[in-house]
């Protein structure tokens, strides 16, 4: 069997006071899914970015999974016509 790339692509920006992560999925041409995640600084807590940008991404990518179980079990649905039960 052929071996397949799909590819993330995770930007880290400061929106409004907090890190803002966007991890976009480009598999066989599909590139409409986006994760977003959000970390913010607690006034009392030492500033250290990359905490913030590691929470961020961590939640982008968890909302991006999320997202493609969504998507993989309406494909399911549309070609057999039965909703799906997928495990997690």
Do not use: C, Y
């Not at 920006?13 to 590139?31: I, N, P, V, W, Y």
């Not at 913010?40 to 968890?62: H, N, Q, S």
């Amino acid at each position: 069997m052929a071996e397949k790339g799909w590819s993330v692509n995770i930007a880290i920006d400061e929106h409004e006071g907090r890190t803002r992560a966007k991890a976009q999925l480009f598999a066989e041409g599909r590139s409409d899914l986006v994760g977003v995640g959000l970390a913010r600084l607690k006034p009392t807590d030492t500033d250290v970015p990359v905490i913030g940008d590691e929470l961020a991404v961590a939640r982008a990518l968890a909302d991006l999974s999320h997202q493609l179980i969504e998507a993989t079990a309406a494909d399911i649905e549309n070609v057999t016509k039965v909703p799906p039960h997928l495990e997690v």
